[in-house]
């Protein structure tokens, strides 16, 4: 049996994401609130016949995977290569410092938004490049119909461009917690539904427009 379904899953909410300062790498671990989005996520999830998790190892993505884990019965499997975008110098800034203290660098950001690399970080190139191929390699040796993939709004954004051509990831939204589900088609990839955060019933959540054109708070 091969791969038919794969549910990228974004990580629950941090003080970070509250606040409106861009995570990056850094180890921020779930706030009250996004344990509560978690647990709701887990009472979806068990549901949907998973065989397989994988998540980033950063630290929110990985304590949204234990919440999940406590409801599949199986532990999941931490892949660096599901991080998000390393941003260097901006980690633990808001949009607003980010272009005010770095006016020159974010204009060339905009010039260039897949090649620019932030000092000390990666381009939404890197991101695209080791994120398509830890989900090549996964869903070429798992084994079950669906697995769950819990990454970072960038490195799923990059994902979705480069599995889906047709699909504009800008307009896009993905909060946190929610459900993106693609299914093969052919020799492809289709999306069957995009954002689903159907399983929060009213609780917060936030999304996060790419760097280049957000007024919103980092991942």
């Known amino acids: 049996m091969t791969v038919k379904r794969v549910i990228l899953i974004r990580p629950a909410e941090t003080e970070w994401n509250r606040s409106g300062r861009w995570q990056g790498w850094v180890a921020a671990p779930l706030s009250v609130h ?49 991080r998000e975008r390393n941003i260097g ?9 980010m272009r005010a203290w770095y006016a020159d660098d974010y204009a060339r950001l905009l010039e260039d938004p897949d090649g620019y690399r932030v000092e000390g970080g990666e381009s939404r190139s890197d991101v695209r490049q080791r994120i398509r191929a830890a989900f090549d390699e996964i869903t070429a040796k798992e084994q079950g119909e669906t697995i769950g993939l819990i990454s970072h709004t ?43 955060i159907a399983h929060l019933e009213g609780l917060e959540t936030k999304a996060l427009p790419e760097l280049e054109d957000s007024d919103d708070s980092g991942d």
Not at 53 to 59: I, T
Not at 73 to 82: E, V
Not at 157 to 170: F, G, M, N, R, T
């Open 154 to 196: 960038t490195a799923l954004k990059v994902l979705l461009e480069d599995l889906l051509p047709e699909i504009d990831s800008q307009a896009l939204s993905l909060e946190n917690t929610s459900v993106t589900t693609i299914r093969r088609s052919g020799d492809g990839w289709e999306l069957v539904a995009g954002d689903d």
């Open 34 to 82: 996004g344990r509560r989005q978690a647990q709701a996520l887990a009472n979806f999830v068990r549901n949907i016949g998973m065989s397989a998790l994988y998540a980033s190892d950063l630290v929110r993505a990985a304590e949204t995977a234990d919440c999940l884990a406590e409801q599949l019965g199986y532990a999941p499997a931490l892949d660096a290569r599901l």
């Open 89 to 97: 110098l901006w980690q633990g800034l808001t949009l607003d410092e």
